[in-house]
């Protein structure tokens, strides 16, 4: 991996590399990096692999090179402004009075704001202390740390900043520090989230290099696709009049109260789900008039001046105003390559959404331009083929066209998003591809155990079957069990029932501790289950012999009212291909994937991945595309098989 790395960096081709668990995939990409010519940026999309590469592998690998190089390589970390101390805010931010970042948690209003003065005052006093001591203002470097809300009323986003220049804190910013730290670094280490609204917004924050290395690369195009998404609700409207109030005559933030008013009645109206065609009117309405009364606040609060009385508090509004004025604009414009849907949550909090249908073509045109791009996972070859993630990166790919008649849909599904395709530019998107493979042996560590006699699954929570299914499977091991959920009912009926006939196990749930303590217990006590959803699919780490069992209680496809996928579907289906093999069995499979992947940690780890969902035996069209995204585990559909193995496992 690592001499092909630096062979792409040579003849300056994209590469992407498959690389599983163990492998030591990072060392392998910082090796080359460290000897190639030029800045080079890593990329990831986790914080716990950002502080793995800066706390342990860079110190280590600067060290060994220095004698080679005749230097000591230098890095940094490069994130957003919403990670640092902003002076300028914890100036400007009073722990006795309400701000208006305060009601962008959770938008609280001002009654709660008595409940909340004592305990955010006392955070931002600590806060204050801890700026005196702080050599980076760097929110992860706060330990202990402080509440989301405290942290909002001390940091700036960057849309709202209004730039060292006119800042009277400017020379001492610590965001600011921290690019200038980037700018002499030899090699920069930042997140997908920051390379996405760098590509979005005419890379302008990261430093110009000529290599970039993409880590956990199968979550880059929906990191991109979050920072294209923008939302509305009445709240945001109601505060974008508040702030301001202060700078224009009262009848014009009326009209964005008015638009409020009108976008609360739109979204009580329209159903929760995608908007189709036209936008419904009521929703129209509120748009227009948010669109007018905005454009108008704009005009009226005029150039923010150094020498204006407060310009951050000016700028923060102007900013405000303007963003939502262009989301407004944007869904009235109702593009195809738009979708818009209604979005309702458990807590009945309402808002309008709008994101692109696809990120390929803005991947396509931003992140392969002018820097050679390595882009790297453990789960890029879905179905043994890098095609599919090649394209979702904005990669051309050809495929052979097989005879009529002898394509499956899933052949004939990814023909039809080619023939979409085949229209864009692909000039200088030449790549090539490697699996590493791994060095463990995946078929003497562990069994893939498919559940086939258990009836389809046909609810959102957990049949009795599969319930049952699963008792028999922990309690032949005593526990050491992962459980990976579709959704939290089932997670939450999972732990019901290992409770109530399992004496004797603990069984953890996510949610009613935090995530880190919950692991920790998990990895320190053999007799306990850990019972989650989504997150705990990827990242969650636990070698030996405290996880030996990973329960999947069903595929993971997206949802059929999830708003984006449906419109992706659709869209595939309108140039005659298969919707769900194009866009869910894809999704299915990386996420099936990195569930998987939370058993064989090293080389010594053990034991059994269970699916109690029929589907991955007996669907013929997606079932072997799904298996063969998998490592090549033993595989049984026999439940007396894996459970003597399971009673053979508890036993060592």
């Not at 039809?416 to 078929?443: C, I, K």
């Amino acid at each position: 991996m690592a001499k092909a790395i630096a062979a792409a960096a040579e003849k300056e081709e994209h590469l992407l590399v498959q690389a599983g668990t163990g492998t030591g995939k990072s060392l392998a990409y910082l090796v080359p990096s460290l000897l190639v010519d030029g800045p080079v940026v890593i990329s990831t999309a986790t914080l716990a692999l950002q502080s793995q590469l800066v706390d342990h592998d860079l110190p280590r690998l600067a060290e060994a090179v220095e004698p080679v190089l005749g230097r000591r390589p230098t890095y940094a970390v490069l994130k957003g402004r919403h990670h640092y101390l902003c002076l300028a805010r914890l100036e400007g931010t009073s722990a006795d009075e309400p701000d208006d970042a305060l009601f962008d948690v959770g938008e609280a209003k001002p009654t709660k704001w008595l409940g909340e003065a004592g305990r955010l005052g006392k955070q931002v006093d600590r806060l204050r202390d801890w700026a005196q001591e702080t050599e980076t203002g760097d929110r992860d470097e706060l330990d202990p740390g402080v509440d989301d809300g405290a942290w909002k009323l001390v940091s700036m986003p960057a849309r709202e900043c209004v730039g060292a220049q006119r800042c009277p804190y400017g020379p001492e910013c610590f965001a600011e520090a921290s690019r200038a730290r980037a700018r002499e670094a030899d090699i920069v280490v930042t997140n997908h989230s920051l390379l996405a609204v760098d590509m979005l917004t005419g890379r302008q924050i990261i430093p110009p290099h000529e290599l970039l290395v993409v880590d956990e690369a199968h979550e880059l195009a929906d990191r991109v696709s979050s920072a294209s998404q923008a939302e509305l609700t009445p709240e945001t409207l109601e505060r974008g009049a508040r702030r301001c109030r202060a700078y224009v005559d009262d009848d014009v933030a009326d009209r964005l109260m008015e638009a409020g008013d009108v976008l609360t009645v739109a979204l009580a109206e329209v159903p929760a789900g995608r908007v189709v065609g036209e936008l419904p009117t009521v929703l129209a309405e509120a748009l227009t008039l948010l669109d007018g009364g905005g454009r108008q606040a704009v005009e009226a609060i005029g150039e923010v001046r150094a020498d204006d009385a407060d310009p951050v508090r000016k700028q923060q509004a102007k900013t405000m105003i303007t963003d939502l004025v262009k989301i407004a604009q944007r869904m009235l414009a109702n593009a195809e390559h738009d979708v818009t849907w209604v979005e309702r949550d458990e807590r009945g909090r309402r808002a309008v959404v709008i994101a692109p249908l696809t990120v390929a073509g803005t991947l396509a045109d931003h992140l392969f331009s002018e820097r050679t791009v390595v882009a790297t996972s453990a789960t890029l070859a879905l179905g043994g083929q890098f095609e599919t993630v090649a394209r979702s990166l904005g990669l051309p790919v050809a495929l052979e066209r097989a005879p009529a008649g002898a394509k499956s849909k899933a052949e004939e599904a990814r023909e039809a998003v080619v023939r979409a395709d085949e229209a864009r530019d692909t000039a200088g998107l030449a790549w090539t591809s490697l699996d590493v493979g791994s060095p463990f042996d995946y078929a003497k560590q562990g069994i893939l155990y498919v559940a086939a006699h258990l009836p389809r699954p046909q609810t959102s929570g957990l049949s009795e079957p599969a319930a049952g299914e699963m008792v028999e499977l922990v309690q032949a091991l005593g526990g050491r069990a992962l459980g990976l959920f579709s959704s939290r009912k089932a997670a939450e009926r999972a732990a019901e029932v290992l409770r109530a006939r399992t004496p004797g196990i603990t069984i953890l749930l996510q949610g009613e501790e935090s995530l880190p303590i919950l692991v920790r217990k998990f990895r320190e006590d053999r007799n306990s289950c850990l019972l989650g959803v989504m997150s705990l699919w990827q990242g969650v780490d636990v070698p030996g012999d405290a996880c030996q069992l990973v329960i999947i209680d069903r595929l993971p496809f997206p949802r059929p009212d999830e708003p984006l996928s449906a419109a992706r579907s659709d869209a595939v289906q309108a140039v005659g291909g298969s919707g769900f093999a194009a866009v869910s069995v894809p999704i299915a499979a990386v996420r099936l994937a990195q569930g998987v992947g939370r058993l064989i940690r090293s080389r010594g780890d053990k034991g059994v991945v269970a699916v109690l969902d029929s589907r991955l035996e007996h669907a013929t069209s997606y079932g072997p595309f799904l298996r063969k995204s998998l490592p090549p585990f033993w595989y049984t559909t026999k439940p007396e098989v894996v459970r003597g193995a399971l009673r053979r496992l508890a036993t060592t």
